[in-house]
């Protein structure tokens, strides 16, 4: 357990967190990967509690923004990954048309044309050229079947990406002084999804 001093030293440092953002005028997916990435480990360390706040009061009066669009920014951090926000950044791009060219990403790079393009912000006015060529791209092109070899591609690097993000979540997890009723539940959460996993694997034909 925790000694109160080391309480107080969370809750400087939580302080010295927010103050460095106290601009932070968030709208999802316009804020920086690092950004995101503080408010998703801030919720889930809750350090607010600390000062006395719940999740709402720590957005609204802390963070300046409200709950709804802290909970979505956290979203698409879990779906998309970091690179979201830095294409987002320098594009101006929604999470539902990011959706629409997500199969164009793979390793931190935006591929098109043969080209891969490193997502980082010193790549803007690349990345800008080549993310509105996909959209044009994208929308123009004719709906490809269901079983398509590009769809399938596409859902396997989003399932790719959703087991290893959830894996690495409850490794976290297991790593936390939790108290008896939340390893029980993180016991039930990593039964049923290797119950489910069997499942899907059983109806799998080769």
């Known amino acids: 357990m925790k000694k109160k001093k080391d309480y107080q030293e969370g809750a400087v440092d939580f302080g010295t967190w927010i103050g460095r953002r ?4 968030l709208i999802a997916g316009r804020c920086s990967a690092a950004d995101a990435q503080c ?5 889930e360390s809750k350090e607010y509690r600390k000062l006395g706040l719940t999740w709402e009061e720590c957005c609204k009066q802390r963070a300046g923004i409200g709950r709804s669009t802290a909970d979505l920014i956290i979203r698409n951090l879990e779906e998309f ?5 830095v294409i987002a950044q320098v594009t101006g791009i929604s999470a539902k048309e990011y959706r629409r060219i997500s199969g164009s990403v793979s390793n931190h790079n935006l591929l098109h044309a043969g080209e891969e393009i490193p997502i980082r912000v010193e790549n803007a006015q690349r990345l800008v050229t080549a993310v509105e060529t996909i959209r044009r791209e994208t929308a123009a092109a004719p709906a ?3 079983d398509g070899l590009a769809e399938a591609e596409r859902c396997f690097v989003k399932a790719e990406h959703a087991l290893r993000t959830a894996i690495a979540e409850l490794d976290k997890l297991r790593g936390m002084p939790l108290d008896a009723d939340e390893r029980m539940r993180l016991l039930s959460v990593i039964d049923e999804t290797t ?5 899907i694997g059983m109806k799998v034909t080769v």
């Open 195 to 199: 119950g489910t996993l069997k499942l």
């Open 144 to 146: 490809e079947p269901a």
């Open 22 to 25: 106290h601009a932070f005028s």
């Open 39 to 43: 408010l998703r480990e801030l919720h």
């Open 81 to 85: 990954g970091p690179d979201y926000f």
